[in-house]
Structure formats: structure tokens, C-alpha cells
């Protein structure tokens, strides 16, 4: 695939051409479009989802927050051609696949998510974690506190910061515990880099201090 047409709104084609490029080696590659409406999850949302989101209002009184319904909405979008999608076409054989687009939330969605998770990974390994041991700590928070984090997420700041100074504080090094005399001395220092999965449910505050 050489070219592609440009971005179509939903239930449209796109028209017009954009270089798309080759991979390095020159090799092919193929592409197979995913088709959720096809998963067993997609078919348990799109089938029960109005008569849950009624039968938590009926049993609340309230609903669920906009920002849920938002999710299940997105979800059912995901990959659903007739949702938008993005025409390729080869420059050789002018063959053509569609692209449908994707959600990118951060709540269930499996593609979005794993493609996420391998996005950032590959980020942190590549541009962000430097060559020295990396120590991973996991805060677990209840679920009142789950919820709150969700619905007012600018208090999920301080409270990453209250965690950061906990661990760093943690790595100060014990003053009643030998010196090594024949390493040369060197300063450690702390860093950390939150992941947050879910609206405030697990916060992964991953701690770097080079040893020696």
C-alpha cells in the first residue's frame, strides 16, 4: 500500500490521495481489517446496553455518569465502517482496503486498549526509561475512591504526588547501614512515571534509580 485517500466522515468516502510510504526492507505489508461486531463482547453490549443503562436509573434513581455512557457509545463506533473509515489503495495494482476508525478510549475497548498498552510501552522502553534497574510499585485504591478519582480527575494529581514523595522517601539510603569502601561514590536519584488503568483504579508508579 503506497497511497491512501484522505479521512471520510462517518458513512462517507474520502477522496483524494496522500503518500503512505513503504516499510524499510521494502517488504509488503498485510493488512487485515478487524471486525468487531463479529465478538462475543460487541454483541453482549450493542444487544443489553439500553436495557442496562434503564435499569440502573430505575434502581439509582440517577444513571450512570455521561462520561460512561460516552464509553459504551464509543465502543459500539470502533471499527464499524459505517461509523467513518479511511480508503487505502496500492499505487501497483490499485487494489483498495478500508480502514475503519477507532474509538481510543481508555475504558474497554480491547483493540484501543492493547494498542495503547504496546503504544506506551514501546515509548517508555525507546525515548523514556533509561538502562538502569527499574523498580514497578502498584497503589490499589477502593473503589468509593475509584469513583470520586473518575468524576473529579484533577484530584488524581496531588494525590501522585503524594506517592512519588512516599516512594522517594522510601529510597533514602539507611544512615546506620555500611558504607562500601571499594565502589567509587555516586549519587542516586529518583523518577517516576505514573500509569494510571482505569479512572483512578490502579495507579503503577514505576521508580528509576541507577545502582551503585
Not at 30 to 55: G, K, N, S
Request: charged share 25%.
Amino acid at each position: 500500500m503506497d497511497e491512501a485517500v484522505q479521512p471520510a466522515p462517518a458513512g462517507k468516502a474520502g477522496t483524494g490521495t496522500v503518500p503512505a510510504g513503504r516499510p524499510e526492507d521494502g517488504r509488503r505489508v498485510h493488512y487485515e481489517r478487524r471486525r468487531p461486531e463479529d465478538t462475543a463482547l460487541y454483541q453482549l453490549v450493542q444487544e443489553h446496553l439500553e436495557t442496562f443503562l434503564a435499569q440502573v436509573e430505575l434502581e439509582t434513581g440517577a444513571g450512570l455518569p455521561e462520561f460512561v455512557k460516552e464509553e459504551f457509545d464509543a465502543f459500539l463506533d470502533c471499527g464499524i465502517l459505517a461509523r467513518g473509515f479511511l480508503r487505502l489503495r496500492c499505487a501497483d495494482c490499485a487494489h483498495e482496503k478500508l480502514v475503519a476508525f477507532s474509538c481510543k478510549r481508555r475504558g474497554f475497548c480491547p483493540s484501543c486498549g492493547a494498542r495503547r498498552m504496546a503504544e506506551t510501552a514501546a515509548h517508555l522502553i525507546d525515548h523514556v526509561i533509561p538502562r538502569v534497574p527499574v523498580r514497578q510499585w502498584v497503589l490499589s485504591f477502593p473503589i468509593p475512591l475509584r469513583l470520586l478519582f473518575a468524576t473529579h480527575p484533577q484530584l488524581l494529581a496531588p494525590v501522585l504526588q503524594i506517592v512519588y514523595r512516599v516512594i522517594a522517601g522510601s529510597d533514602k539510603p539507611d544512615s546506620n547501614a555500611p558504607k562500601p569502601t571499594l565502589a567509587p561514590s555516586r549519587s542516586s536519584s529518583v523518577s517516576a512515571r505514573p500509569l494510571t488503568k482505569s479512572p483512578g483504579a490502579i495507579l503503577n508508579s514505576r521508580r528509576l534509580a541507577p545502582t551503585g
